[in-house]
């Protein structure tokens, strides 16, 4: 079955530690999203990438960073200079950044940073 | 800027009810638009998207959605509501930004359904 796959479901860190959260995902899609949602919120842009190898800021990027090394892969780092983690992450996916196209989401990670 | 709006962060209804969840849109060319649902501790799946092809959408479980233009609405339907259908819906637009396309979602509307 294809689809999006993030791990762990659940992710416990102490403050001032860096933590990364896997996304990957099997559809050949060429796009792929990071959102954060917090409660009583809609869904906020962290990072996209369109292609490999490159990536661009969303709307709240300030203390995450991200990689794309490969189309399926695309990890997010949590970094000890974001102030408020604890959140529940989502990952997402789609063909490519046309505008009719849907995006595909993942479960979702639950970060808690006490 | 664009945006979208989804009025009533809670909405209730009784099993076997019509379901009605407003969703709002502010766009300066035609938008393509997508309603997704959330159910507790869950990703997001599709329920239905406009993509100018027809004004009237149908989606899956029974949901539906009008675009209406002069209204700048895509409220989402469904004649009879199931306890199934208890889970958070959010509407979001698709907007040219920064030389792409990105979603931008509403707050969300959490349906509960009395049985």
């Known amino acids: 079955d294809g689809g999006i796959t993030q791990s762990p479901k659940y992710l416990f860190r102490k403050e001032g530690q860096n933590v990364t959260l896997s996304c990957e995902q099997n559809?050949?899609?060429?796009?792929m999203y990071w959102y954060r949602q917090d409660p009583g919120q809609g869904l906020r842009l962290i990072y996209y990438s369109q292609i490999v190898n490159d990536f661009q800021k969303g709307d709240i990027a300030e203390g995450y960073s991200v990689s794309r090394e490969k189309k399926e892969s695309f990890p997010l780092t949590v970094t000890s200079a974001q102030k408020n983690p604890t959140a529940f992450y989502l990952c997402?996916?789609?063909?490519?950044?046309?505008?009719?196209?849907?995006?595909?989401f993942g479960p979702g990670t639950r970060l808690t940073v006490t | 800027a664009q945006s979208v709006t989804q009025l009533g962060s809670h909405v209730s209804v009784s099993e076997g009810a019509l379901v009605l969840l407003r969703c709002n849109y502010s766009?300066?060319?035609?938008?393509?638009l997508f309603w997704y649902v959330q159910y507790p501790n869950q990703g997001l799946q599709l329920l239905l998207k406009y993509t100018s092809a027809a004004t009237l959408v149908k989606g899956i479980n029974g949901f539906e959605a009008e675009f209406k233009k002069s209204e700048t609405s895509f409220h989402l339907t469904k004649p009879s509501a199931h306890m199934s259908d208890a889970a958070e819906y959010f509407c979001?637009?698709?907007?040219?930004?920064?030389?792409?396309?990105?979603?931008?979602f509403g707050s969300g509307t959490r349906l509960l359904v009395r049985p």
């Open positions: 559809l050949n899609h060429d796009a």
């Open positions: 979001a637009v698709s907007v040219w930004m920064d030389s792409s396309y990105k979603l931008i």
């Open positions: 997402a996916s789609s063909i490519s950044g046309g505008s009719s196209y849907e995006q595909y």
């Open positions: 766009s300066s060319v035609p938008p393509y």
